[in-house]
């Protein structure tokens, strides 16, 4: 007799070969995303490109947008087999030129290709848990699926940190290589049995352009910033600005850039916080090797320390939640910002003393690892309860879209910094310190908008 459907697992031969290839895809893409955190200083200085370091990310962050909103809208039109394709291509693509890159411009183009790859890449995955798997089994796969980003956050930096310490930082690239191919190949027979209907919305098309256009205008912004002590600098960061208005609003929930009570206010809280987290983990690589002549395999060990602790945060955000039905989830947040804000204080004076610094850069990674670590997931929790029937993909699609925009804005804006103080003779460390303190003025402001978070189906906490 055949097993009931309640009965079937992820790893069943039915569904093996779907499970095993997006697990990859994903581990292969957090793996390249979090490991480059730690060999950036490396290829930036040997390519000679420090003042654009803040590319390095924020050209990945911001394709990534791309990627999702364009690949996500080409699988209602082409479907997945054709879109995981494409967006596979991309990637690889992205990973052979960064790999191979004799100057920053084409890194920075690689990072282009692979962020768009990435951001295509992601989206088909939860398509295909959408179509792939029936509902009971859904929320095994997805806790499979969170789960593959756990191990690249521990042993990602360290592992390309001593790689780009002993070998080179071009083979943290070309490492990925095979995993992709593998993930390819256990993963496009299934895709190309799933059968999608055509939508061509004008909704699509417009969200579409709106992300190009935004793009465009964040890009803008930034590389005007990056010279803002010339008059052109100027007009190209306000031009840029001026662009990205429009669209940012469409885009977000209605009264994010104001931080309205509510649903608005957890985003924009959700945003500033996310930003910084990244941000000052991208810099604090940065000081560490650069500043404070770390090695590159230790410096990725401290970060890893804030991946574990995040871990370590968001179980302990689960338990908490079971045990009080959700009703101290805004609490939570409050609280996480709170060891975030600390987190970004002890990094500050862990770059600014000469002496103990190293100490001081662990205890802050671990502050502020445990701070997102409550805030993250909550945040999340509490956007969801803001959805009414039929509109649980806009929420999501406004996470996943802020989780990647504001860090792109954030370390773009501290590598403008660090271009300034360079160019104005003020050195590398007066750059890292001022990047630090705008993450501060970041976290600090979205500590104050967290009062303003609303729950809604229970109490306030």
């Known amino acids: 007799m055949g097993r009931s459907r309640s009965e079937e697992g992820i790893f069943d031969t039915k569904y093996r ?32 490109g420090l003042p654009l370091y803040g590319w390095i990310f924020s050209a990945f962050l911001l394709a990534q947008i791309l990627g999702t909103m364009i690949i996500g809208a080409r699988i209602n039109k082409n479907g997945v087999f054709a879109s995981f394709s494409l967006a596979t291509l991309f990637f690889v693509i992205g990973i052979v030129l960064a790999a191979t890159a004799v100057n920053m411009s084409t890194l920075i183009i690689g990072r282009v290709f692979q962020g768009f790859g990435g951001g295509g890449i992601i989206t ?10 029936p509902d009971e089994l859904r929320t095994r796969i997805l806790a499979l699926f969170s789960g593959a980003y756990i191990l690249p956050a521990l042993i990602g930096p360290y592992l390309a940190g001593l790689i780009t310490e002993h070998l080179s930082w071009r083979i943290v690239f070309w490492l990925v290589l095979p995993l992709i191919g593998l993930a390819v190949m256990l993963t496009l027979p299934t895709f190309r049995k799933f059968k999608v209907s055509a939508n061509n919305s004008s909704h699509t098309n417009r969200k579409e352009g709106l992300a190009v256009l935004l793009t465009l205008g964040t890009g803008m912004l930034l590389a005007g910033l990056g010279f803002i002590t010339d008059w052109k600098g100027m007009v190209l960061a306000v031009a840029g600005l001026l662009i990205m208005i429009h669209p940012l609003r469409k885009l977000l929930p209605q009264g994010t850039l104001l931080a309205t009570r509510g649903l608005p206010a957890t985003i924009a809280s959700r945003g500033l916080f996310v930003a910084c987290y990244n941000a000052t983990e991208s810099y604090v690589v940065l000081a560490l090797t650069d500043v404070k002549k770390l090695p590159a395999d230790m410096a990725g060990l401290i970060v890893a320390a804030g991946a574990l602790s995040w871990s370590a945060a968001a179980w302990l955000q689960s338990v908490f939640d079971t045990k009080d039905q959700g009703t101290g989830r805004k609490k939570r947040v409050t609280i996480g910002i709170g060891f975030m804000i600390i987190g970004v204080v002890t990094v500050i004076l862990a ?5 103990g610094g190293i100490v001081l850069a662990v205890i802050s990674q671990i502050f502020t690892g445990f701070g997102i670590g409550l805030a993250h997931p909550t945040t999340g929790a509490i956007a969801l309860q803001h959805t009414k029937s039929g509109e649980e993909g806009e929420i999501s699609s406004s996470l996943q879209f802020t989780d990647a925009f504001s860090p792109g804005v954030s370390i773009g804006i501290g590598g403008a910094l660090i271009a300034v103080s360079q160019s104005l003779n003020l050195g590398l460390l007066t750059g890292i310190l ?3 303190s705008l993450q501060l003025l970041f976290v600090l402001s ?6 303003r978070i609303k729950q809604t189906n229970a109490s306030e906490g």
């Open 434 to 436: 001022l990047a630090l």
């Open 124 to 133: 088909c995955v939860y398509f295909s848990i959408t179509v792939g798997y």
């Open 351 to 355: 770059v600014g003393v000469s002496e």
């Open 17 to 48: 070969a779907l499970t095993i290839g997006i697990v990859l895809a994903v581990t292969t893409v957090a793996f390249e995303g979090l490991a480059v955190v730690t060999i950036a200083p490396s290829l930036a200085q040997k390519l000679n």
């Open 446 to 451: 979205s500590f104050v908008i967290s009062f």
